[in-house]
């Protein structure tokens, strides 16, 4: 009788187990899911960012001491392998697609597969179905890859105007926030007659459809549940329809502008989202991507700081409904190739350096071409370079720069005041700037390699990415896995598993 009893209880306790075992459904599914998306936001960036802000925040700690993220501290942490059916060096479509709907595809896909004839079936599309409503947010334009493989399907991530035009037409939406749209009025220029073709203007297009355009600080920020479909898009646009770099929106800021950040767009997507029903939230901080495309380091950790932000109104969210919220972070892939650690820095590190960049190297591009137009000598360039970055010619600071830092720097000034028609770029320029503003890129790199860090590449690497989850049914993200399984994970979190 008690063998008996004793083999009972153990299959009562296997049975219940069957969920974290990775087999089987969670006994409860979350009501509201949070995905976060760094851009190209691997485990250095969030190192480096975290570093940051310790050496600020403790400028006279006796050792090194990094700062917490607000989800560097979760419950549960994996890690994922990123490669697409190209590259291990993937793109974020493919990435993206493969978070989204489970599957790998080729760069630059959204959504098919490799021979793009069959299409996938993003989770928004079962979050829907059971009932949810689904919100996107970037911090880019709003038919960028990332965002796109969440609810669009295409054979090109470039196909701007139908990606949009399937996010407005499609059910699938109901918050759609951050950036703009690259191609609102379907703008395309035949190659071969040149003739230009319009198609519907998607602002028309949204209205015909039930959304709500609001486009002001005050609107967005006064949203509620009652708002309905709701189209979001800041009144300030940087770059490509993008929302400002932090680091820029941060000296306007202290300018006196208001500039909304990433974080007022999941307040304002969870003040149109939430419903009896709850809600699956993808938001996407993409210009972390862009920063370090462009070896800009200082710019890359503003723009994980304003993630972590945004982040943290999801924190925050959850620990007013603990047992209801399930909220991962993680990233497509990582960009740059950024080190913690440099050959003429050795061992040292000198991260709070980074804190005398002010500019992103998008607005110092801006500055370049003014002195360019105003034929500027290489002295008033060096008055913006120690104005806008601290480093300086002045002897005995920590930013001075050595001959052969000056010299890097004027040979660059002199590419930077050439027209860009004009310049002659071989492969060493190649090198040197990857295909950026000569100024801007040498720069960054000597601010970058004064605090001890480094990039080795202009584009995206193969390194394994980070995931961090908090809440109902996180503990499923543990362990090292591929990024397709981030999809059936969540699903499996969610109660959805097909
Ligand atoms: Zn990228």
Known sequence: MKKYLSILLICCLVLTAVPVLGTGDAAVAPKYVFMFIGDGMGNPQVTATQYYIGSLENPDAPMPTPEQLSFTDFSNLGMVTTYDATSFCPDSASTATSMASGEKTLSGVINYDVDKTKAFKPITEYAKEAGMEVGIITSVSLDHATPAAYYAKVESRKQYYDIAVQGLTNDTLDFFGGGGFLNPDGKSTNKDTGETTMQENLFDIAAANGWTFVNSNEEIRSLNAESDRVLAISPILQDSQSLTYEIDRVRMESEGADVLSLADFVTAGINVLDN????????????????????????????????????????????????????????????????????????????????????????????????????????????????????????EQDLTLTEDELAKIQAAYELSMQNKDERVLGEKE????????????????????????????????????????????????????DNTDIFFRTMQAMGLSQ
């Not at 990233?331 to 050795?346: L, P, V, W, Y």
């Not at 000569?438 to 584009?459: D, E, F, Q, R």
Request: proline letters at 2%; a negative charge.
């Open 276 to 395: 009896d029903n709850g809600f699956f939230m993808m938001c996407e901080g993409g210009k972390i991507d862009w920063s370090c495309h462009a070896n800009d380091a200082a710019t890359s950790i503003l723009e994980t700081i304003a993630f972590s932000d945004a982040v943290q109104v999801a924190v925050d969210f959850a620990a007013e409904h603990p047992e209801e919220t399930l909220i991962i972070v993680t990233a497509d892939h990582e960009t740059g190739g950024m080190t913690i650690g440099f050959a003429t820095t050795a061992y040292d590190t000198h991260f709070a350096y980074l804190a005398n960049q002010t500019i992103s190297y998008t607005e110092f591009d801006k500055v370049i071409s003014t002195l360019r137009d105003n034929g500027a000598s290489f002295e008033d360039a060096l008055v913006e370079i120690e104005k806008y970055y601290g480093l300086t010619t002045k002897e």
């Open 430 to 481: 190649e090198f040197l700037y990857g295909g950026y503003e000569p100024l801007s890129m040498a720069v960054s790199h000597i601010i970058n390699n004064k605090a001890g860090l480094s990039y080795t590449s202009y584009s995206h690497t193969g390194l394994q990415i980070p995931v961090y989850a908090t809440g109902v049914g996180s503990e499923v993200f543990g362990g090292l896995y």
